[in-house]
């Protein structure tokens, strides 16, 4: 399965972005599916995942009540919706794909794999 990521952008610190992420190859209905980031100079870091029919979430502390993972399994795509942004939260935004229905924060447990797209939240 190949996985797009898209709709990153610069936004202002306060303000509002969503991210998705388009399956392609094949559909990942029965995936669970995480996004993860990496800032400059740092490592790659989980921040939300979505199991495969959507009804079991889990979010980074640092995200908790700000970001909202969801998914469209018709249309192949998982959504990211990133609300009161700051500026910690710049980094390039990666989604993946585990062959499991849950998958949790391990990296590890991640299949597959996008491009990041950037997101620029400024002060």
């Known amino acids: 399965v190949q996985l797009q990521a898209s709709g990153g952008g610069l936004v202002q610190a306060g303000g509002s972005l969503r991210l998705s992420c388009a399956a392609s190859g094949r559909t990942f209905s029965g995936y669970a599916v995480g996004w993860f980031r990496q800032a400059p100079g740092k490592e790659r870091e989980f921040v939300a995942t979505?199991?495969?029919?959507?009804?079991?979430?889990d979010y980074a502390d640092s995200v908790k009540g700000r970001l909202t993972v969801s998914r469209d399994n018709a249309k192949n795509t998982v959504y990211l919706q990133m609300n009161s942004l700051k500026p910690e939260d710049t980094a390039v935004y990666y989604c993946a794909a585990s062959v499991t229905g849950w998958a949790g924060p391990s990296i590890s447990k991640y299949n597959y794999w996008g491009q990041g797209t950037l997101v620029t939240v400024s002060s």
């Open positions: 979505i199991s495969w029919g959507g009804g079991t979430t």
